[in-house]
């Protein structure tokens, strides 16, 4: 499986490199997120702007970040879907779970605002 991670501060971008996230990709990327995860990493941007095309399991594994994320209260956002792969997540309704935006600077944007939100919301508990 071909990826880049690049890691800042607040958040790590995933791009994959790969054009099909089938059956021989959906673990390895699984993995990949889950040792992102256990690394500390709680806000991840996954970058599908190379990805055509999914099956079901990809569509499990970018769903499995999202849980990662959440579970830590983190955040998960998907940004540079190609239309077939958009319409995918909308046929099968992880359009309404995922936070899926057209290019990583909104990726961006939703993380930093995430977090400014679960601070305040800590901050109010107190």
Known sequence: MKFTVDKHEKYVTFKLEETNLNS?????????LVLLNSHGVKNIILDL???????S??????LSGHRLCKGCEGSFVV????????RLLEIT?????????PSEEE??????????ERELNREAEK
């Open 49 to 55: 702007t190379s990805v055509k095309n999914s099956d």
């Open 24 to 32: 021989l990709i959906a673990p390895q990327l699984k993995s990949e």
């Open 93 to 101: 309704k992880l359009d309404s779970v995922l936070a899926l935006v």
């Open 57 to 62: 399991s990809g569509l499990s594994s970018i």
């Open 107 to 116: 990726a961006i944007d939703i993380i930093f605002m995430e977090e400014i």
């Open 79 to 86: 940004c540079g879907s190609s239309e077939h792969l958009t």
